[in-house]
């Protein structure tokens, strides 16, 4: 049987306003054409928080003061190699930001996001309740432990004040640029992860793509594409 191979997050596109099921099958089978890459800033802006947060944890021996809300810790805990879980002919992977110890010795994964903080009014939020979610489902099935908070952490940048930051942040160097955290708690449910990747495996297993769901704009454009697609090879 094929393995369907799917990250925490994509995982929590299933549970999104919209999702289309021919879309996620496309997807999964054949890269969508029109297809944009991620830009790489965001990660490389991730990349640097983790580094700055170890660093002070390190330097330290405590979580910034804007941190302290998840909780008291022990320690760090690195995501080892084999970081997923697999079940019915699906391998869940995922990546956390950072997982920290308690002192109880339960995990708190946290993940970093940026972009202005709306709270639940955020429409990506049940994708990234099924995201940290599923990276606790797979800290339990590979032996790290059971997980005691489940955190996002979102990093937006100044919308006014520009005056003040521009004597403050710039300089013959270039410029800085400050961001304001804010934590918000994700409540622990990991029960329907396992659904979510029964109900993935079943559209993957499908022989042809499903049907997609009303109004789908991606697949307004696919069927755009195969339609130019005949008429340049002279099949209408």
């Not at 969508?32 to 490389?44: C, E, V």
């Not at 690195?78 to 920290?100: C, I, Q, Y």
């Not at 429409?123 to 990234?128: D, H, I, R, V």
């Not at 059971?146 to 410029?175: I, M, N, Q, T």
Request: with cysteine.
């Amino acid at each position: 049987m094929d393995v369907l191979r799917i990250s925490a997050k994509d995982l929590g596109a299933l549970k999104l306003d919209g999702f289309c099921p021919r879309c996620f099958w496309i997807e999964r089978h054949m890269k969508l054409p029109y297809q944009s890459p991620f830009p790489g800033i965001f990660s490389s802006i991730d990349s640097y928080t983790k580094k700055m947060v170890r660093l002070h944890l390190e330097r330290t021996g405590k979580l910034p003061a804007w941190l302290t809300g998840i909780g008291r810790i022990s320690g760090t805990v690195d995501k080892p190699d084999a970081f997923f879980a697999e079940r019915n002919g699906v391998r869940l992977t995922g990546s956390p930001d950072e997982m920290f110890r308690t002192p109880k010795g339960e995990l708190i994964i946290v993940d970093y996001k940026t972009a202005r903080y709306t709270g639940n009014q955020d429409a990506l939020m049940p994708m990234y309740e099924v995201q940290l979610n599923g990276y606790a489902y797979i800290a339990e099935k590979t032996g790290l432990g059971s997980s005691s908070g489940l955190h996002l952490v979102y990093f937006e940048p100044p919308d006014e004040g520009f005056e003040e930051l521009e004597r403050k942040y710039v300089d013959s160097e270039g410029f800085g640029m400050p961001f304001k955290p804010t934590l918000h708690r994700i409540a622990k449910d990991t029960k329907g992860i396992e659904a979510l990747m029964d109900k993935a495996r079943l559209i993957y297993g499908s022989a042809k793509p499903p049907n997609g769901v009303e109004g789908c704009e991606d697949c307004r454009r696919l069927d755009e594409l195969a339609k130019e697609s005949k008429n340049w090879m002279g099949l209408v």
